[in-house]
C-alpha cells in the first residue's frame, strides 16, 4: 500500500514563508514525477509546482519567483518553499508522486495565510 504523507502547513502571516514536506512509503519507485497542488475552498484543485527525474521544474504563473520545489525521487521525498504568502495562496495542499503505472496523492496539508 502506497502513502503520501504532508507537513508543514499551518497558519502565517501575508509575506511570510512556509515549508511544505512529502514523504513517500510502501511499493513506489521509480518516480517519474513529483508534484505540489492545491485546492482552494469552492474551487478546484490546481497545479502550483511540479519536478521531474530529471530535475526540470514547472511552475504556476501565479507562484513563479515565490516557490520553489525540490524533491529527491530515489528518497521519494519532496518539498516546496513558500516564500511572500499572500492570501490567495490559501488552501489545502497536496503533494503528488507519478510512476508509469502509478499516481498517488497525500490527504493534503493545509495553509492558511493571513491578511
Known amino acids: 500500500q502506497v502513502q503520501l504523507v504532508e507537513s508543514g502547513g499551518g497558519l502565517v502571516q501575508a509575506g511570510g514563508s512556509l515549508r511544505l514536506s512529502c514523504v513517500a512509503s510502501?511499493?513506489?519507485?521509480?518516480?517519474?514525477?513529483m508534484g505540489w497542488y492545491r485546492q482552494a475552498p469552492g474551487k478546484e484543485r490546481e497545479l502550483v509546482a511540479v519536478?521531474?527525474?530529471?530535475?526540470?521544474?514547472n511552475y504556476a504563473d501565479s507562484v513563479k519567483g515565490r516557490f520553489t520545489i525540490s524533491g529527491d525521487s530515489e528518497k521519494r521525498m519532496a518539498y516546496l518553499k513558500m516564500n511572500s504568502l499572500k492570501a490567495e495562496d490559501t488552501g489545502v495542499y497536496y503533494c503528488?508522486?507519478?510512476?508509469?503505472?502509478?499516481?498517488?496523492w497525500g490527504q493534503g496539508t493545509q495553509v492558511t495565510v493571513s491578511s
Open positions: 510502501g511499493s513506489i519507485y521509480s518516480i517519474n514525477v
Open positions: 519536478i521531474t527525474r530529471d530535475g526540470s521544474t
Open positions: 503528488n508522486f507519478r510512476t508509469s503505472w502509478l499516481n498517488a
